[in-house]
């Protein structure tokens, strides 16, 4: 794959040979690319960063969710347990009823266990906010990569207005860039 700031920088020597220090745009336009290549860097570390959440994210929701439905199988056999203590001959003896009552507390535990945070109620919160967290994560890793890519062609189209001496291309990689770069900012602030 060609890294289009070598490239830029090869254009951008070529040009300036040829032509000697009578031209200016050739020095502004490389001077264009070195910006646009630092918004390119911090792009692609913010990409990285939102991959790098979204998955941890990911990962966090997918195990609070199994440990929910551990939690309700554990208060499902809770249940069976009570229903045949119950159905016992002997159930309303002390001790039978002794263990209905601890069968029942652990079910309720299992339903709601704010000492510990366990509770299937507190996991199920939890993993809804880690979905939500990942969905951010995942919205972000997107803005970075359209913002990556806005810049690869600024980057481009800056070199070829080295190489071509069109102005007109420069300027468009010089607003695309500008784009790219507020885009960026928005997706970091958590605008988009």
Known sequence: MVDPVDTAQEHISEAHAEHGDKDPWPRRMAVAVSFLAAGLALAEIGEKATQTAYLTHHIAATDTWNFYQAKNLRAGMRNSEIAVLESLPNADTPAVQARIAAARAEEARMHDDPATG????????????????????FHAYHGYEYTSGALEISIVLAS?????????????????????????????????
């Open 118 to 137: 366990e509770g299937m109620k507190q996991l199920r919160a939890k993993a809804i906010v880690e979905e939500r967290d990942r969905e951010q994560a």
């Open 160 to 192: 070829v207005s080295v190489v071509t001496r069109m102005r007109p291309l420069g300027i468009a990689a010089g607003l695309i860039g500008l784009a790219a770069f507020g885009f960026g900012l928005a997706v970091y602030s958590h605008l988009t």
